[in-house]
């Protein structure tokens, strides 16, 4: 009788630990939703903004030779717009590594942008990547756009590994070839160029039609 009390006891202590963890789960799920309309709202108007629309309308107007050089390098309006721009997607990309905006919604309504501005700013971001390698500070912050790359490489699989669920789901028929976009970095490649896209890469037509 008193192992089955105590076998008793031991199940309702078990039990009642699982209910609190599913409790403390299930507040921090309600509050993380209660703020992501919040977040998503204010991310979408800024995305919208007409600055903002203006900085992006600049990069897409900017020469190859504009952007061979880092962030400090870049000229007047250019310069502004690459920060502005760059930032707000490495923020984007913040914001859903830490759960705060669901990535489904990013990559559906944001994709084509920011691989765009991706390819755009890609000799840039190499630069100021080798620069900041060259800093001797081991408290100077070396990575740069870690958030914004880690978005790239989502949208590659989605289009990727997913391409056909993807496409069912848009009712598209293909977003881009299936075959992978970032290729092994060769051994010894300076690490400000790993996981850049190859310098041949221009994305593909899919991206640019796709959500």
């Not at 756009?145 to 949208?155: Q, V």
């Not at 590994?161 to 976009?181: E, K, M, W």
């Amino acid at each position: 009788m008193d192992k089955l009390l105590q076998g008793l006891t031991a199940g309702i202590a078990i039990a009642a630990l699982i209910v609190s963890f599913w409790q403390a789960y299930r507040s921090r799920l309600v509050a993380r939703q209660a703020t992501a309309g919040p977040v998503l709202a204010s991310v979408y108007n800024q995305f919208r903004d007409s600055g903002f629309r203006q900085a992006v309308a600049c990069l897409h107007t900017a020469s190859t030779s504009d952007l061979d050089s880092d962030f400090a390098s870049l000229q007047g309006a250019l310069q502004d717009s690459a920060y502005t721009v760059c930032y707000f997607f490495e923020y984007i990309g913040l914001l859903v590594a830490f759960r705060h905006l669901d990535q489904e919604i990013v990559l559906d309504s944001m994709s084509t942008q920011l691989i765009d501005i991706w390819r755009i700013m890609r000799p840039a971001i190499a630069q100021e990547r080798k620069t900041r390698s060259q800093v001797p500070d081991p408290y100077y912050g070396k990575r740069f756009l870690p958030h914004y790359e880690h978005l790239i490489a989502l949208i590659t699989l989605r289009v990727g590994a997913r391409t056909d669920q993807v496409a069912r789901r848009n009712g598209l028929y293909s977003l881009l070839p299936s075959h992978a976009l970032y290729p092994e970095t060769p051994v010894g490649q300076p690490e400000h160029q790993r996981s850049l896209p190859p310098a041949g890469w221009e994305g593909g037509e899919g991206v640019s039609q796709g959500r």
